[in-house]
Structure formats: C-alpha cells, structure tokens
C-alpha cells in the first residue's frame, strides 16, 4: 500500500495532545489555532522537537481567536493547500456535567456552547475527506436554552459528512487504548460524503489494546495500564521540591514506559511538586496512607482537617490508586490538586505536571511551557495521545484505502 504523507488543520489546539496523536502517525500539519498564548508556546516548541524550521512553525501555529470573522483568510494567509483532515474539540467546560453542575444558570449562557459553529464553519469551508471532533460526554446531555446541542451538532456536520449517531460507538475510554486513565470522551469522526468509504469500518479500526477494571480480562487485550505504573519511577518529591529540568536516566522501564519515554532521553520534564501547608500536607498523608479514605473518614479521626461539609464535598479530596488507572485529568488541577493526591503517602503532595501528563500518555520528552499553573491546564484541556494515535491510525487507514480505490 502506497504510504502518503496526509494533512491536518488542527483547531482548538490547546497544547497538542489530540495533534501529537496525528504527528506520530506521520500526518504533516499545515495549522494550529489555538487562543491561548502560553499553549501556542508549546505547540512551537513540539513542532521544533519534529524537525520543523523557525518560519514554518510560525507560520503554522495561528495565536487567534476562531469566532473572529476573518478567521478563514488568516488562515489561508498562512496555508497553501487544502487538508485532508481538520481535527479538534471546542472546550467543553460548558457541556461538561461537572461545569453545569458548578455554574448558577447551568451554563445555559455560555458562549463557549456554540463553539462548535466556528469548527463547522472551517469545516465547510475547507471540507476535507476526514474530520475529528472531540468531546466529553455531557455533550449528549447538554440542553442550553432547552436546545438538544448533540443532535443540532451531528445534524450540522451530517450535511457534507457520513457520520455515526450511535454514542455507543462514539464514545471512547482512553484506558481502552493504554492510557493509565480512565477517561470517556466523545469521538465524532466523519467521512465526505463524496467518498466510498464506509464510516463504520474508521470506527472499527479505532483498535482496543486494553481492557478496563470494570470488563472481564478478555483474550487478545491487555490488562488496563495502571498509575503505579505510569508514575512510580519518578523521583520521590516532598511539597516544593522538583525543578522544570533534571538530568534523569531511566532505571525503571515497564511497557508503558517503553511507550512513552525514548530509551536516549535523558531529561525529565515539569517534574515539580506544589507548596503546600501544614494541614494540607497531614490530610494528603492520613488520606494516602489508608488507600483512599474520603473525607467522611478523615473526620471521623482528625474533624480538625475536615473544613467542608463531607456530604457535599466527598469527592474534593481524592488519593489516586496505584493500581488501578487515574480518574479523569482535569483543567481544575491548575486551581489546586487535590483531586489528585499521590498515593505513595510519604511524599504528602499532590500531583507534579509531569505526573499527571504521564497519566494523559504524553511522552516524556514532552515540554510544557509557561508558569506551572498554565502547564497545568495544559495538561488537563487536552485529549491523550496514544487515544489520538488510536483514532489517527484508523484514519491513515482509511486515506490510504481511499487513495488506492482513487488510484
């Protein structure tokens, strides 16, 4: 099968994890859009990491903002040929049940809701044979203004596109696909409908690898990657410790990290612990230390530590489990990390940024730039990459199969 080399137009780019997934099948891209200027930092500097030149990673990451009307000229100011592919995923915080949950009008006046118009406007303007558009699951339930904004959504791309309406296909879990975390996210991909090509067969090829904790070991997958891991190798670090570079070398290598980390790298990235207070310090380490204990059981032996009301906030305090997968990575951990506690209790702290990407498959070589906040939120915002990879390979697939027939 003749291997071309396929492009991609990236939008909502956030830091590159859903684009990484594409670098490493061998897609070219032709653009990042991306709002956020420390995230277009990195993007820069992951593109100088595969070999692109100065001028054209200038000209290839777009700092802009996609509801501008002129967003479509700036972006063929900067392109020269038309993509095979576009792939994002408009931030979801408004669809997210959590955000709703949080929000005093449930988000109903978001502007971030109607996001999904600027993608579909790239999108038929440029229409390429394939797109990826990805989500988090409270898409399907999301009602701003009583409006159903799944179907509104899938009927909007069903207008040029073959697509799969069917959410127990579409909705991924990135443990499925070796990311030490468990972690469902909506997958919507469509095929030009100018094209044979059956949407179904991309989603087939959209392979398992893994199964979950809550699955049957099933022959031919592997069992779920877990957070021991993804993470016990690091360097054991107390609040405040850590730097943005170290020189590290490897001892430790499982398959995961054969994955991720290459065997000749020899630094370790964003591996730095937070400060935290005395009594945040004593709640990580009674939490960690009984393998997670909430907070109802905390205040049962030290009501001292305990300032919320249990009932309302058991969750606020969450230790990670070494073996199982991570809970969801989230935007919040930028806010504090209490959602991700280290499990190993003598290090009473919360998660580094390197950690937590280590739980998001990004590889270690990997930098993330800005102030540890903003790296955070990177980190949080973006899709896993090896579950990109996963999708960017069904998607290669299909553009060489379609080639051939073409051909």
């Known amino acids: 099968m003749k291997k071309e080399k396929y492009t991609f137009i990236d939008l909502f780019a956030g830091c590159g994890g859903l684009s990484e997934g594409f670098y490493q099948e061998g897609f070219l891209p032709l653009l990042h859009l991306e709002i956020d ?34 967003i479509i000229e700036k972006i063929n100011k900067r392109i020269s040929q038309k993509p095979d592919v576009i792939i994002g995923g408009p931030p979801c915080q408004a669809f997210s049940t959590v955000g709703r949950a949080q929000d005093p009008d449930g988000m109903q006046n978001d502007p971030r809701n109607y996001l999904f118009e600027s993608y579909m406007k790239i999108l038929n303007y440029y229409l390429p044979k394939v797109f990826i558009f990805e989500n988090v699951k409270g898409l399907l339930s999301a009602r701003p203004k009583g409006i159903n904004i799944y179907k509104k959504i899938m009927d909007s791309m069903n ?53 979950l904790p809550s699955e049957n070991a099933s022959s031919g997958l592997k069992k779920f990657v877990t957070v021991r891991e993804a993470i016990s190798d690091l360097p054991k670090l107390k609040p405040g410790e850590g730097q943005n570079i170290i020189e590290f070398k490897e001892e430790n290598w499982n398959e995961y990290l054969r994955i991720i980390r290459n065997k000749n790298f020899d630094k370790l990235y964003n591996h730095s612990a937070r ?27 030290r009501p001292d530590l305990v300032h919320h009301n249990p009932k309302h906030f058991g969750n606020r305090y969450t230790v990670q489990v070494f073996d199982l997968p991570g ?11 209490n959602l991700f506690i280290h499990p190993d209790y003598t290090q009473e702290r919360t998660f580094t940024v390197r950690e937590a990407a280590r739980i998001q498959s990004f590889p270690d070589d990997f930098f993330f730039e800005g102030a540890r906040t903003s790296q955070f939120k990177q980190v949080g915002n973006a899709v896993p990459p090896l579950m990109a990879k996963a999708c960017a ?11 051939e027939r073409r051909d």
Request: glycine share 4%; aromatic share 10%.
């Open 275 to 301: 400060n935290h207070n005395e009594k945040d310090r004593e709640r990580y380490k009674i939490l960690s230390e009984h393998g997670g204990w909430k907070l109802r059981d905390l205040q049962k032996v």
């Open 159 to 211: 207008e040029n596109y073959n697509i799969v309406r069917d959410s127990n296909i579409t909705l991924l879990n990135a443990a499925n696909y070796g990311v030490p975390q468990e972690r469902e996210r909506l997958m919507l991909i469509g095929v030009r409908k100018d094209i044979d090509y059956d949407i179904m067969e991309v989603y087939k090829n959209v392979k398992k690898t893994h199964y």
């Open 327 to 337: 809970k969801t990575v989230v935007a919040h951990l930028y806010k504090d990390g």
């Open 37 to 70: 200027k420390v995230a277009c930092e990195t993007l820069k500097t992951r593109m100088k990491y595969y070999g692109y030149d100065d001028q054209y990673v200038e000209k290839a990451v777009l700092c802009d903002d996609i509801t501008c009307e002129d």
């Open 393 to 403: 390979h069904s998607i290669k697939f299909a553009l060489n199969e379609i080639t």
